[in-house]
């Protein structure tokens, strides 16, 4: 289960530097903090399915892309 909350956090990570987006920028949008964002992102804490399509929706990426 580790390495597929990594997998995930570092799929979100890729699309936030791609879109020029900061962690602050994503976290606020998500409204959630920052750290829990950085958590996110290195694989620590687990994204909950609303934040993920949350986060789908502002990337406009499939769902599947984070699998």
Known sequence: MEK???KIGH??????I??????????KKLC???THLSNIE???VGVTLL???KIKELFECP???FF
Not at 11 to 16: D, G, H, Q, V
């Open 51 to 53: 934040h993920l399509i």
């Open 11 to 16: 799929r979100i990570k890729l699309l936030r």
């Open 18 to 27: 791609e879109n020029k987006i900061s962690q602050k920028v994503l976290a």
């Open 63 to 65: 769902i599947e892309y």
């Open 42 to 44: 290195n694989g620590r």
């Open 32 to 34: 959630i903090s920052q």
């Open 4 to 6: 597929e909350l990594q």
